[in-house]
């Protein structure tokens, strides 16, 4: 099992209860062949560190927020809108692109890039995680999982080899193994097998992977039991993969249990590669996970709740459809430099919501995804400086009072 050094002591890395002193900018470097990864910046009282992760398509500073794209396309917004948000990472859902248009229609058009007219770095996941969500009639064994599209009923069969296949035609820089992913509250005897399984295609997913051009990243399973996890971990780690994605969390468990999980990802995964935790996007866990060593993050909450009239800001969320923005002539947030911060009022984005008008859902996911690019650099930026202990603190002050003082960050 990777062997973690001791850095710091793990009862003081809360950032809300220690301070933190100038982070350490020793240089530690992992490369292969078109990727690589190097951490330039390291808080000395948490795991906390800034790096920059380099693929085929450009460098992506970390820690990153990677928008989602769930059919080829961020719900809303343009290509030139990502771009502007300071996104640099963005997320496509192989489930949905395998069963629509398909992986060789994508190939045809000039794979996935293409496709989202995006010449950044893109992450594919395998599919796993939507296939044990949305598929009907589900059959699971040794081979893969055959499953019924929830589309039109078609029978579907995804192996690992089969997983990595469909990737590479899509044509992502990171693609995911095919995994399991029970449910968080299933019988401990379930999630042992889905480790063990899980592992078992990892095993074949990397067997089976053929283009040097993209970076294959294996999952941990586990759910909330602390012994499965580290199995899973050193069972991965053996197969010395450019980067680890922590996956099974943000599925009901709370925060506190997904803290208890993430507390020992640091000694887990080794020191010199990506940690990417999966499909995590509240700003609180952001934060804790942050401490604990995660570089790389996805969900679809900026435009998902966008489109339900919901944004974020470095004060706290705001519900536009309330009628105290009715008369409010102020942006959203002062400081954001988004495109409907620069031109729309509270109470114009709020006219347009209970209008029904498209365009409310279209101004607050771009304004959303601009806030999380700019969370994450100010992140960087009080790593780089040695003030996240005292960031962590302002942050969750600001965006939900009520938790702050007793947040596990």
Same mark, same amino acid.
């Given at each position: 099992?990777?062997?973690?050094?001791?850095?710091?002591?793990?009862?003081?890395?809360?950032?809300?209860?220690?301070?933190?002193?100038?982070?350490?900018?020793?240089?530690?470097?992992?490369?292969?062949?078109?990727?690589?990864?190097? #951490?330039?910046?390291?808080?000395?009282?948490?795991?906390?560190?800034?790096? =920059?992760?380099?693929?085929?398509?450009?460098?992506?500073?970390?820690?990153?927020?990677?928008?989602?794209? %769930?059919?080829?396309?961020?719900?809303? +917004?343009?290509?030139?809108?990502?771009?502007?948000?300071?996104?640099?990472?963005?997320?496509?859902?192989?489930?949905?692109?395998?069963?629509?248009?398909?992986?060789?229609?994508?190939?045809?058009?000039?794979?996935?890039?293409?496709?989202?007219?995006?010449?950044?770095?893109?992450?594919?996941?395998?599919?796993?995680?939507?296939?044990?969500?949305?598929?009907?009639?589900? =059959?699971?064994?040794?081979?893969?999982?055959?499953?019924?599209?929830?589309?039109?009923?078609?029978?579907?069969? !995804?192996?690992? $080899?089969?997983?990595?296949?469909?990737?590479?035609?899509?044509? @992502?820089?990171?693609?995911?193994?095919?995994?399991?992913?029970?449910?968080?509250?299933?019988?401990?005897?379930?999630?042992?097998?889905?480790?063990?399984?899980?592992?078992?295609?990892?095993?074949?997913?990397?067997?089976? =992977?053929?283009?040097?051009?993209?970076?294959?990243?294996?999952?941990?399973?586990?759910?909330?039991?602390?012994?499965?996890?580290?199995?899973? @971990? $050193?069972?991965?780690?053996?197969?010395?993969?450019?980067?680890?994605?922590?996956?099974? !969390?943000?599925?009901?468990?709370?925060? *506190?249990?997904? #803290?208890? +999980?993430?507390?020992?990802?640091?000694?887990?995964?080794?020191?010199?590669?990506?940690?990417?935790?999966?499909?995590?996007? *509240?700003?609180?866990?952001?934060?804790?996970?942050?401490?604990?060593?995660?570089?790389?993050?996805?969900?679809?909450?900026?435009?998902?709740?966008?489109?339900?009239?919901?944004?974020?800001?470095?004060?706290?969320?705001?519900?536009?459809?309330?009628?105290?923005? %009715?008369?409010?002539?102020?942006?959203?947030?002062?400081?954001?430099?988004?495109? %409907?911060?620069?031109?729309?009022?509270?109470?114009?984005?709020?006219?347009?919501?209970?209008?029904?008008?498209?365009?409310?859902?279209?101004?607050?996911?771009?304004?959303?995804?601009t806030f999380f690019a700019r969370f994450m650099a100010a992140i960087r930026a009080a790593i780089a400086a040695g003030q996240f202990a005292? =960031?962590?603190?302002?942050?969750?002050?600001?965006?939900?009072?009520?938790?702050?003082?007793?947040?596990?960050?």
């Amino acid at each position: 099992m990777y062997n973690p050094r001791s850095r710091y002591n793990r009862n003081a890395c809360c950032p809300c209860n220690s301070p933190d002193p100038l982070a350490r900018q020793e240089s530690v470097m992992y490369a292969a062949g078109m990727f690589a990864f190097e #951490i330039v910046h390291e808080s000395v009282s948490s795991a906390a560190r800034v790096g =920059k992760f380099s693929t085929p398509h450009g460098v992506v500073d970390t820690p990153a927020f990677m928008p989602v794209g %769930t059919c080829g396309t961020i719900k809303g +917004v343009t290509r030139d809108h990502i771009v502007a948000s300071g996104s640099q990472m963005i997320l496509a859902n192989t489930y949905h692109l395998l069963l629509r248009p398909g992986p060789e229609v994508v190939a045809a058009l000039g794979g996935v890039h293409n496709l989202m007219a995006w010449d950044g770095p893109i992450l594919t996941d395998s599919g796993g995680y939507q296939v044990f969500s949305l598929a009907k009639l589900r =059959k699971v064994d040794e081979d893969g999982v055959t499953f019924a599209s929830h589309i039109d009923g078609a029978t579907v069969v !995804l192996t690992p $080899e089969r997983a990595v296949r469909v990737q590479e035609l899509l044509g @992502a820089d990171v693609i995911m193994q095919l995994d399991e992913c029970p449910p968080h509250d299933a019988a401990r005897d379930v999630i042992a097998g889905a480790v063990r399984r899980s592992a078992a295609w990892a095993r074949r997913c990397a067997a089976a =992977k053929s283009r040097d051009d993209q970076a294959l990243f294996a999952i941990q399973q586990g759910g909330l039991h602390a012994d499965l996890r580290a199995a899973s @971990a $050193e069972a991965i780690v053996q197969l010395d993969l450019p980067g680890y994605a922590v996956g099974g !969390l943000s599925v009901g468990e709370g925060h *506190e249990a997904m #803290i208890a +999980v993430l507390d020992a990802v640091d000694g887990q995964f080794p020191r010199s590669k990506p940690r990417y935790l999966m499909g995590v996007g *509240e700003p609180a866990d952001i934060l804790a996970a942050v401490t604990r060593g995660i570089d790389l993050f996805d969900c679809v909450l900026p435009t998902r709740n966008g489109r339900n009239a919901f944004a974020y800001t470095f004060s706290g969320p705001l519900r536009m459809r309330n009628a105290c923005h %009715t008369g409010d002539r102020s942006p959203l947030e002062e400081s954001c430099p988004c495109l %409907t911060c620069r031109h729309y009022s509270r109470g114009a984005l709020r006219h347009l919501f209970l209008a029904g008008e498209m365009l409310g859902p279209i101004l607050l996911s771009i304004h959303n995804i601009t806030f999380f690019a700019r969370f994450m650099a100010a992140i960087r930026a009080a790593i780089a400086a040695g003030q996240f202990a005292s =960031k962590a603190r302002q942050w969750l002050g600001q965006m939900n009072p009520c938790r702050a003082g007793r947040q596990s960050t």
